[in-house]
């Protein structure tokens, strides 16, 4: 079982930046690949951005890529999302997402919500 808990959305204007972070329980962090997903009012979830366990590997959607960094400090057992030059459409509901694909295991926080303001 892993628990995961967001932090870091708010109100932001437009242009602006925020950094998202991700807290996961257990020990077995480093077994799951993590990812960010956002939903937006009215839209289903849909996916944000992805880093391998090792974190060599990141993967991200067209509308973010080259504004979003994810990262991972294995260590502390955290996922984080640093978000730039940030827009209106970029509102939304932000959740973290626990992935380990042989066991076809999936875990979500409760999300966080980023609001930006035009």
């Known amino acids: 079982q892993v628990q995961l808990v967001e932090s870091g959305g708010g109100l932001v204007q437009a242009g602006g930046s925020l950094r998202l972070s991700c807290v996961a329980s257990?020990?077995?962090?480093?077994?799951?690949?993590m990812g960010w997903f956002r939903q937006a009012p009215g839209k289903e979830r849909g996916f944000v951005a992805r880093?391998?366990?090792?974190?060599?590997?990141?993967y991200y959607s067209d509308s973010v890529k080259g504004r979003f960094t994810i990262s991972r400090d294995n260590a502390k057992n955290t996922v984080y999302l640093q978000m730039n030059s940030l827009q209106p459409e970029d509102t939304a509901v932000y959740y973290c997402n626990a992935h380990r694909a042989v066991v076809a295991l999936d875990y979500w926080g409760e999300g966080t919500l980023v609001t930006v303001s035009s």
């Open positions: 880093i391998s366990t090792s974190g060599t590997g990141t």
């Open positions: 257990g020990r077995t962090f480093t077994a799951y690949d």
